[in-house]
């Protein structure tokens, strides 16, 4: 079993930065591909970025990409995203998931575990 528990999340203004990072129970956070996903109110779950298990391979949303960076530390057990040049259409709730093999996905579905979430919201 692995637990994820987010923090970073916060208000910030359109073209500032945030940092969410993920921490991850448990010694096997190496073999596990990570995602980070975001849902705002009324919305599906949307794919925002994955990384494979040593952080070789990294894949973004189109909305992101260029915006938002993807990183781990497998000595921290710990998973990042940085999030520059925000928008409010960021606005979300991001969930960090785990996926038990080594390979990104960006599909929710196979996603093994998934942490509470942490509030982005994006003034104008």
């Known amino acids: 079993q692995v637990q994820l528990v987010e923090s970073g999340g916060g208000l910030v203004q359109a073209g500032g930065s945030l940092r969410l990072s993920c921490a991850a129970s448990?010694?096997?956070?190496?073999?596990?591909?990570m995602g980070w996903f975001r849902q705002a109110p009324g919305k599906e779950r949307q794919f925002v970025a994955t990384?494979?298990?040593?952080?070789?391979?990294?894949y973004y949303a189109t909305s992101v990409k260029g915006r938002f960076t993807i990183s781990r530390d497998n000595a921290k057990n710990t998973v990042y995203l940085q999030m520059n040049s925000l928008k409010p259409e960021d606005t979300a709730v991001y969930y960090c998931?785990?996926?038990?093999?080594?390979?990104?996905?960006?599909?929710?579905?196979?996603?093994?575990?998934w942490g509470q979430g942490t509030q982005v919201t994006v003034s104008s």
């Open positions: 990384i494979n298990w040593s952080g070789s391979s990294t």
């Open positions: 448990g010694r096997t956070f190496s073999s596990y591909a």
């Open positions: 998931a785990a996926r038990r093999t080594t390979s990104a996905s960006s599909w929710y579905l196979e996603y093994d575990y």
